[in-house]
């Protein structure tokens, strides 16, 4: 795709200070406040418009610009005021969008005009030293290696990825973590959004100075680590893996594949959207496999934290296509009963529960890891923001029935007595968008801790080697799950008001039965621990239904879990009721 990008000129006011200058923002108007301000919190960061497109050409008004500059601000004022440290050491990153360079270079002046000690990724890979020689802004990185960097760094105080994952290219966004690989929520993200709609002006320094580290390399080292205490992965050594990154080349995943002894076949071509979980095109992907004799392909967005497989069968062309459902589950599934890990499962409510009764311990939680890294916390007694723990949606699964846990004790209590001393456990923390992370936990002396960095935020690139390992070693994925059930979802196009009429619509009728064309459920809801209803649960007796506003799109999300034979039929009919009642 032939792109033109058209930017158009910020104007910038000299100041008294020598090397800074001014930007003299324009008054928001209401829908643009509620944009940094939603009412649905976001799963993670910000996402806003950056482009116009027509046609072939990507116009960035500066309305989109001041918006992303308010934020960048924001976010510098509000995360010194956390780190309390005057020149706190910041990495700043961004993923490959057309916007990257641009908002880098802003976001870089703002926090360099305020005190910060700015680190940029160093550039190792061919492509990429092409790329950056004429780009001074160039600094790019999967998002999960720049939020890891928080716990794999002593020196690193806050990471900021310039990334809006799997959005279309009109789009961009800001991921940012302090001192801890998790999404911030609760009242420091309120904080951000407050100061980036009160602000007039900003400063920003002329120019910048950046340390060059390589985080890419010290993230494959901790991977490596990782996946060698839960599976050998030596099976991969000159095993063939496509691996198509949708947008830019994934020089990290390269590197670590390379380590592994991986022979790997890299597809160098973009796709949009960046996001392999809508946008597969079967026919090509078969006819690449076919074509370097490979068995797996892997897919990956454009920031590399959702991924699909596509499996060749070794005697015929046919192909498998996993979803990050799917493919997750089978993994759990044969590590438990092949290898004989002690899995402790902690997924977001709409992830596929096909695992549930192989693992030692099920927690389920609200979409994202601003939820799924509260268990983790807790478990290992650190500190957590008691207003972020408020807004968490955390459940434990018992006999088939949640119970809400409303305190980090409830969830240490948990761990401590169902693990036993001196064992190692295998923690996920796992999506169905396609999020994954592992841990490795030890119970010592009456406390959970582990050898590791702990990183609860998404870090899918031990799961995504394991994968590979296991079908390198024979396994049959898609047969590791229960094919009678399938996990499917669906969504309604719908502004922040009309996601909490819907949600508010079934909380009001919870507890009483409701009967759609012949099938008929109970309404339930999932609740913060501060006790505000965020998720819908419609049950029968075969069947679970799951409804959420999206944090990251105008949309409401429906998800079902049900026998393969209805479950389509069902999830079309409510759908259809939610959009006649709306």
């Not at 761990?415 to 592992?438: P, R, V």
């Not at 209803?533 to 998800?559: A, C, Q």
Request: overall charge neutral.
């Amino acid at each position: 795709m032939n792109r033109k990008i058209e930017i158009e000129k910020i104007e910038l006011f000299e100041n008294q200070e020598d090397n800074v200058q001014t930007i003299k923002l324009p008054p928001l108007t209401k829908e643009q406040e509620e944009i940094i301000n939603p009412s649905v919190p976001p799963t993670s960061g910000i996402r806003m418009l950056i482009f116009e497109k027509k046609d072939d050409t990507f116009f960035m008004p500066a309305t989109y610009q001041y918006m992303f500059f308010r934020v960048f601000k924001a976010l510098s004022i509000i995360m010194k005021e956390e780190i309390d440290k005057k020149n706190p050491n910041l990495l700043l990153v961004s993923d490959d969008r057309p916007s990257s360079s641009h908002l880098l270079e802003f976001c870089a002046k703002i926090f360099t005009n305020d005190g910060y000690n700015l680190f940029f990724q160093e550039v190792y890979n061919e492509k990429s030293k092409i790329e950056a020689k004429n780009d001074s802004y160039y600094s790019r990185m999967s998002s999960p290696y720049g939020s890891a960097s928080v716990a794999l760094f002593d020196n690193i105080d806050i990471s900021i990825i310039i990334t809006a994952s799997h959005n279309p290219l009109t789009w961009d966004g800001v991921k940012f973590y302090i001192k801890r690989p998790m999404p911030i929520s609760g009242v420091i993200m309120k904080n951000i959004s407050t100061k980036a709609i009160e602000l007039e002006k900003i400063n920003i320094s002329n120019t910048i100075d950046p340390k060059k580290i390589d985080v890419d390399k010290k993230n494959n080292e901790y991977t490596r680590n990782l996946i060698e205490k839960i599976f050998d992965i030596s099976v991969l050594k000159s095993k063939k893996i496509i691996l198509w990154p949708y947008l830019g080349s994934a020089p990290e995943l390269q590197d670590l594949f390379d380590r592994l002894g991986a022979e790997i076949i890299l597809i160098e071509e973009d796709m949009y959207p960046p996001n392999p979980t809508i946008n597969l095109d079967e026919q090509k992907i078969r006819a690449l496999l076919i074509e370097n004799n490979a068995e797996i392909a892997v897919l990956l967005d454009s920031d590399r934290d959702r991924v699909v497989f596509v499996i060749k069968k070794k005697d015929s062309n046919e192909i498998k296509i996993l979803s990050p459902n799917e493919i997750y589950t089978a993994m759990h599934n044969i590590l438990v009963k092949e290898y004989k890990a002690q899995l402790i499962n902690v997924r977001t409510i709409p992830s596929d529960p096909r695992n549930d009764g192989e693992a030692l311990m099920n927690f389920v939680t609200g979409v994202g890891y601003k939820h799924l890294g509260l268990i983790l916390y807790s478990a290992l007694s650190m500190n957590i923001d008691p207003s972020k723990f408020k807004s968490g949606i955390i459940y434990y699964l018992e006999e088939g029935k949640y119970r809400k846990l409303t305190s980090e004790k409830k969830i240490r209590k948990i761990f401590l007595d169902q693990c036993k001393e001196n064992e190692d456990y295998i923690m996920a923390l796992w999506e169905e968008s396609g999020g994954h992370t592992f841990n490795i936990l030890n119970k010592n002396n009456g406390n959970i801790s582990s050898s590791l960095p702990m990183i609860a935020d998404k870090y899918i690139a031990p799961a995504i080697c394991i994968i590979c390992g296991l079908i390198a070693a024979g396994h049959d994925l898609f047969s590791a799950i229960d094919r009678s059930i399938t996990g499917t979802r669906t969504a309604i196009k719908a502004h922040d008001d009309k996601k909490l009429k819907i949600v508010k619509y079934f909380a009001d009728k919870k507890g009483k039965e409701i009967s759609i064309d012949g099938y008929k459920y109970i309404i339930d809801t999932f609740d913060t621990v501060a006790g505000k209803k965020s998720v819908i649960h419609l049950e029968s007796d075969h069947s679970e239904l799951f409804v959420r506003p999206s944090g990251t799109s105008p949309n409401v999300r429906i998800y079902i879990f049900g026998p393969e034979k209805t479950a389509k039929d069902e999830l079309k009919k409510v759908k259809e009721r939610i959009q006649n009642l709306f």
